[in-house]
Each structure stands twice: as C-alpha cells, then as structure tokens.
C-alpha cells in the first residue's frame, strides 16, 4: 500500500505538469492575497482613525500600575514618563543628598508643569493639582523615587538607575507610610539651601 498514492498520483498526471499545476496554484494564492490586501487598504482608508494630536502624551494617564510588562520587554519595563521626565529642569540648581531614602544619594528632583508652581513654592497648606509628577532621580547609580497624583491620590514609583519599575502602588505603604508626615500634601519639598 505504500506506493499506492504516488502511483495513483503519476498515474493522472504528469511531473512536468505537477510543476506547472503547483505554480498556478502560488499564482492563485498571491492574487487571492492581493486581492484581500487592496479590500482591507480600502476598508482602512474609509474609516481613518484618529490618533491623539502628535506630541501630546497620555501614556501616564491611561496606564495602570500593577499592569502587565509589555511582551517586547525583557526585564522589568521601563516607567513609561521616564524619558520625559529626565527632559524636566531640575528644580534644585545642583544636585543635593537625599537624606529620605537609603541609602544617601546625590539627587535631583524634576517635576512637570502642573507641579512646578506648587513645588517650588511649597508651604504647608499647598494641595497640587491634578496630574502632578514629582521625581527624584539619583545621580548616576542608584534608584529613583516618583509620585504620580490621579484621582486626587498619589501612587508612588522606585525605579533603578535606568529608570526600570522596580515597585509601584497606590499608594505602595512604604513610601505613604513616610510621605505621609510629610509638611503639604504628601510632600516633602527639596532642601532650600543645600
Ligand atoms: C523614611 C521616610 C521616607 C520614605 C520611606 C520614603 N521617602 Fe520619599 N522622601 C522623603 C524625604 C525626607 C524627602 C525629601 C528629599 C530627600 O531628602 O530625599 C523625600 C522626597 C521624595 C520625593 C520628591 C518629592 C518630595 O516629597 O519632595 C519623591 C518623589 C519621593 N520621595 C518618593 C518616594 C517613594 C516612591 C518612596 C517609596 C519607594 C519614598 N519616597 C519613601 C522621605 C521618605
């Protein structure tokens, strides 16, 4: 029985027109897809999303902590503001040691325009607006410290010297615990005369 279906097969047709038979039938298949191709072109074209204005970011405000790392991500994934929060200013004018977190670190604090007012001019009654992101990032090797307020709620960040997620929460009881006796807000302030 082995040799049944070659047989059969060599029997009704050729091997030359096997050839051409299976080279009409790859023919058929790339019009098929071209075909297919042009129907969704058309079909996409008809109904053009529309994407959010180029340049304005809401990744920070969709994302949800505690979500899962993106598949093309190896490691821990990168905080996603964390490119743009290295573009900040620096509110101190050099670089200071943080006595808040361990171990003592040289550090900078950068913040975005929604909390750039109220930061620089903390007092014990300020409440930051809706949106706020509070960074300190460590000078060279170390880790990072962030708060995000949504919701009226600040969710806190530790992040290593790349900027990878190492912990995040709303709040992450650590980080709250202290934070909490802080003087406005939650926060702190950095030092006024380093
Ligand atoms: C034991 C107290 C303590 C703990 C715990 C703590 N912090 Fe802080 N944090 C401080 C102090 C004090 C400052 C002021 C600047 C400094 O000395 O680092 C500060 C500053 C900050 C700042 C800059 C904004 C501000 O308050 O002026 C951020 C952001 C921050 N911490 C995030 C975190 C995160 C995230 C965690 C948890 C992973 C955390 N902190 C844990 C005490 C603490």
């Not at 000078?139 to 010297?161: C, I, N, P, Q, T």
Request: aromatic share 6%.
């Amino acid at each position: 029985m082995r040799a049944a279906w070659p047989v059969l097969v060599s029997g009704l047709v050729r091997p030359a027109c096997q050839v051409e038979l299976a080279a009409l039938a790859a023919l058929a298949a790339l019009a098929a897809l071209a075909a297919l191709t042009a129907l969704l072109t058309v079909t996409g074209c008809a109904e053009a999303p529309h994407g959010p204005l180029a340049g304005a970011s809401d990744a920070w405000e969709t994302a949800h902590d505690g979500e899962a790392p993106k598949p093309r991500a190896t490691a821990a994934p990168v905080w996603e503001v964390y490119s743009e929060v290295q573009q900040w200013p620096a509110i101190n004018p050099a670089p200071f040691t943080s006595r808040g977190h361990q171990p003592e670190q040289s550090v900078d604090i950068r913040v975005n325009e929604a909390a750039r007012a109220s930061y620089t001019g903390l007092v014990t009654d300020t409440v930051f607006p809706e949106g706020s992101v509070l960074a300190e990032l460590p000078r060279g090797m170390g880790h990072g410290y962030a708060m995000r307020k949504a919701g009226g709620v600040w969710s806190y960040f530790e992040l290593d010297a790349q900027g990878r997620l190492l912990a995040s929460g709303t709040p992450l009881a650590l980080c709250a615990a202290c934070h909490s006796e802080a003087p406005a807000d939650h926060v702190f302030g950095s030092p006024r005369s380093p």
